[in-house]
């Protein structure tokens, strides 16, 4: 157990919290949307560490996922695993003081989308099969598992997790194809949803990205050394200059014999996570031909041009609203402020059953600056507005620390309907922006006024907006998703009174 934990239960019981609530670790007390996972791959035409270079991109793209981590990779003709609970740097910081010569590898971080957070769920998934040895990493969420795990199931397939991606190595396997090349490519022409995917199979390195483009997948190459990665940083970290996006629905086969592109015949409209500029992808990625920073400071700037001038200080909750608070101050000429300082040491929070203890665990994590603050007009800038517990929290922070007002700035639209795509969005009942416009959620937090971007603003930050998924704000799907009739008896009247979105 961590000292973190340690000093939290300790805090928990002076608080006489039931103890029995520190079962729920590792969700989020901020009730923020939960990032998917990262993946990464690496094959080399002469002997190298694999392991150590494999801890660097995976270590890079932490912030995908921090429940668990893994690295499969070849070694004297067989595919070694190592996986656990916790952060890359827990889990496989044991590989950075030990020599092991290979050429192949491949790595993932995950946040639970769909299975819970178990080590049998940790990834690489393992497996040897009648197409060979398997080892697979996957991000994303495939939006058919369920007719697809039914049919498996009633056919006598045994499950040893009860993630998703499972599902990949059972098709695989009882394909018809006799060969793993083609076994493949008829699984992924029968999966739907998104998914990136490494793949080790015997000796060769494979990477392919859904035919929508979901999620995003990079490769890059640095003379023999091939690597395959969820963002750009995680290329970056090992000086790789020369790289590019999969396109939506291509597979690349690396080996001895050099590098094979092939595109999928089952070609989609491409649909991009909107997301990934918004919250998900690291500020100093290119994620989709775009710059992530670059993205964000548009989307303040644009909930600027709306807003009108309203505040004597823009402080943004961090990170994640570091760049469009940037954006916004530019753009309304007021001054830009770090007012909330984030203890990078508190590491993952926890959901808490008592009001008094998330507002501890929050404490814990960010703490807000007086001298800034004290007398001010301070406009919030965060990325997006979930359930609004921990939005409450700080908007109570900022006037205890002496805000004049507070007007919560959210950069992307109300969220409403749930993802089958690779984020954990809770259900339509537990979003808040199925309740509440934007003025009654600035009285439920004690906020003077909020304001979302509108899709349509939302859509002029973007280079080529119909290339997007919008559909955690819309509701429009671009295929058939598994959603419940119960989340659609939510009530539309609030959305239909809200088409802005917006209070001031």
């Known amino acids: 157990m961590s000292t973190v934990q340690h000093r939290l239960i300790d805090c928990v019981t002076e608080l006489s919290i039931d103890r029995s609530a520190l079962r729920l670790l590792y969700r989020d007390v901020q009730q923020e949307l939960g990032h998917f996972c990262g993946i990464a791959g690496i094959f080399s035409l002469d002997p190298i560490n694999v392991p150590e270079q494999l801890f660097f991109p995976l270590f ?5 996922g921090q429940e668990s981590a893994g690295i499969a990779y070849r070694r004297a003709n067989e595919t070694v695993v190592y996986k656990d609970l916790g952060m890359v ?3 496989l910081a044991r590989y950075l003081d030990r020599d092991i010569s290979s050429h192949l590898g491949i790595g993932h971080v995950r946040y639970s989308t769909h299975g819970g957070n178990k080590l049998e769920n940790a990834q690489p998934i393992h497996v040897r099969s009648n197409k060979g040895e398997i080892a697979l990493a996957h991000n994303g969420n495939i939006s058919n598992s369920r007719a697809i795990q039914k049919e498996l199931f009633d056919d006598g397939s045994i499950f040893q997790t009860s993630s998703d991606s499972e599902l ?5 396997s009882r394909s018809r194809r006799a060969d793993f090349h083609g076994a493949l490519v008829d699984t992924l022409q029968r999966i739907e949803g998104a998914f ?9 390195l494979m990477a392919v990205r859904d035919p929508s483009g979901f999620r995003p997948l990079f490769i890059g190459t640095k003379g023999g050394l091939t690597v395959v990665a969820s963002e750009s940083c995680a290329l970056d970290i090992l000086h790789i200059c020369d790289y590019r996006e999969l396109k939506p629905g291509e597979l690349v086969r690396v080996d001895s014999r050099g590098r ?5 015949s089952k070609q989609l409209p491409t649909r991009q996570c909107v997301f990934e500029l918004i919250y998900f992808a690291r500020p100093d990625s290119t994620v989709f031909e775009t710059s992530v920073y670059s993205s964000r400071k548009r989307m303040g700037a644009e909930l600027a041009r709306a807003d009108g001038t309203i505040g004597d200080v823009v402080i943004p909750v961090p990170d994640s609203g570091n760049s469009a608070a940037l954006g916004y101050a530019e753009q309304a000429g007021i001054p830009f402020e770090l007012g909330l300082t984030r203890n990078h ?13 998330r507002k501890l665990a929050v404490r814990m994590k960010l703490h807000p600056i007086r001298d800034v603050i004290s007398g001010k007009r301070v406009v919030l800038v965060d990325d997006s507005l979930v359930r609004g517990t921990t939005a409450k929290i700080l908007v109570a922070l900022m006037k205890e620390a002496g805000a004049a007002e507070v007007h919560l700035r959210l950069s992307s639209p109300e969220i409403r309907w749930p993802c089958f795509f690779g984020i954990d969005i809770p259900t339509r009942e537990e979003l808040i922006s199925n309740h509440m416009n934007a003025a009654e959620i600035a009285r439920a937090i004690g906020a003077d006024s909020v304001r979302f971007l509108s899709i349509e603003q939302l859509q002029r930050c973007l280079i080529q907006p119909s290339d997007y998924c919008f559909s955690c704000f819309s509701g429009r799907y671009p295929f058939a998703v598994p959603l419940a ?3 659609l008896e939510i009530t539309d009247a609030v959305c239909a009174t809200t088409h802005t979105g917006n209070t001031s």
């Open 168 to 172: 990949i190595l059972h098709l695989i």
């Open 60 to 64: 890079s793209i932490q912030h995908r």
């Open 196 to 204: 990136s995917l490494v793949l080790m199979h015997n000796d060769t």
């Open 485 to 487: 009739d119960a989340q």
């Open 345 to 357: 040491y508190a590491g993952r929070s926890f959901i808490l059953p008592t009001k008094a203890a």
């Open 260 to 264: 094979h592109h092939e595109m999928l």
């Open 89 to 91: 740097s827990q889990v």
